[in-house]
């Protein structure tokens, strides 16, 4: 198990996000990494999404990929 950077989420939580200290304490590790934007990227293309996508925006015949 690693060690956790106290100062580094302190200094995230309290200049980065402007949080007073007990709302910086009073926040859960999940809400911390979301307010953070650690779980914030794009899910990953699942089959039905790809689906959903190709049904949406089919191709066109004769037309110039770009």
């Known amino acids: 198990m690693s ?4 100062a580094g989420l302190m200094r995230a939580g309290l200049l980065g996000l402007r949080l007073r200290p007990a709302e910086f304490w009073a926040l859960t590790p999940a809400e911390l990494r979301l307010m953070l934007g650690v779980d914030a990227g794009a899910p990953p293309l699942t089959r039905a999404r790809l689906e959903e996508l190709v049904r949406a925006y089919p191709d066109r015949k004769g037309q ?3």
Do not use: E
């Not at 060690?3 to 106290?6: G, R």
């Open 3 to 6: 060690a956790i950077d106290w």
């Open 64 to 66: 110039a990929d770009g």
